[in-house]
Structure formats: C-alpha cells, structure tokens
C-alpha cells in the first residue's frame, strides 16, 4: 500500500521572482503492512488539525492584467489537496460581488469567502456584508481570503508579512488552506448628507491625488511594469 502526501514547502525562487514561494510536492510512503500506513495517515492528520471547510470563491477575470483565472487554476489544485468544498462564480459586471453577498439568504452555509482578484473586489465584498441585516453573524463566523490577482493587492500583502510568508499568489492560497487567521479593523465613512450612505473599508484610505494619479495612468498599463 502506499500513502501519498501532498505538501507545498518552501522553495527558493531566486532566478524568476527573487521570492520564497511554495511548490507542490509530492512524497509517497510505501509499506506492505497496512497497519503502518494506517498509523501514519492518522498521525499526520491529528498533527496537521485537519478540518473540512466550505469555501466561496469569487475570481474577477478583470483584474489587475487579467491573469486571475490563470491564477486560480494554478491554486486550485491547493484547494482539492485541503479537501476543501468550494463554489466558484466567475464575476460579470461591477458590483456583482455586492449584490450576490447582500442578497444571499444562507451565506453563513460557508467558513470562507475567498477573492482572486484586487483590493477592489476584497473591498465590494465587504460592502455587501456590513449592509446586511445580519452582518454581525457574518463576520463572527466567516473569514475572508485574498488571492493576489489585481492592481492593488495590500490586503494579501499584508497577511502574507504578518505570515511570514513572501508575497506571492501560492503561499497566499497556502495561507487559506491552512487555515491561518487575524483579526483586522474596518472602518466606515458616512455622508452627512445622507446617513444611510456609508462606505466600510480597510488597511487605509485615501484622497484626491493618488486617486487622480491611479485613473489617469491606467493609459500606461499597455507598456508593462
């Protein structure tokens, strides 16, 4: 009989990306005693703490260059490894996210809402649950995951360098899968005007010039990093 584990290390990078990133690796243990390889899937699964989780994936195939479904293909197999459930819906227009994330009747059915995309889908996903009635269930009993794909990518930054992990789209799918979690603030803003207009946000937020500078650059983004 054979036992086959399937594990992401670290592997230096250097002559690509300069990073440490995880590839998939495969080990297989093999004995002709059953017993053995018995004891050995149920040691490293007490170890490992395993868990079944129900995901929610949503990729924005417009994001950033437009490399998210790429992304997600090469992350997916990740996800099966984990033995993770998850639905994916692929985004069609601008504030699909919002709409399918304030509308869902059972969303507490998942643990996890996963982003391939930017910081801008993280941000309308957000939106759509604290204009929940039950928004306070939500986010008690769901995490949010990011996936580098886009533009502006501070929240998967950010939980990478508080994982010690370097920034990459694999060791932040590795994050995810294993579970790993931190509490982050939001923080609202509302129109004096209007007390029913609030826009919920996170890591920052900005004003005016670097706004101007991010729309009116986007001509350049033909000519490459």
Known sequence: QDLKIHS???KNNYICCKKNVRSYQLSIIHSTI???IQYWYDTIKEKLKFSIRNMLVFINPASGAGHSIKIWSKVEKMFRHSQSNYKVITTTHAGHVYQYIKEHDNLLQYDSIIICSGDGLVSECIQGIMHRKNWEDIIKGITIGHIPCG???GLATSVCDFSHESFHYMNAA???CKNYQRKIDLYSISNPNNIKDIFYGFLGLTWGLLSDIDFE???LRCLGS
Do not use: T
């Open 8 to 10: 992401y290390p670290i």
């Open 217 to 219: 650059s986007e001509w």
């Open 34 to 36: 059953s017993k053995k």
């Open 151 to 153: 533009s502006g990518n």
């Open 174 to 176: 590795y994050i995810i």
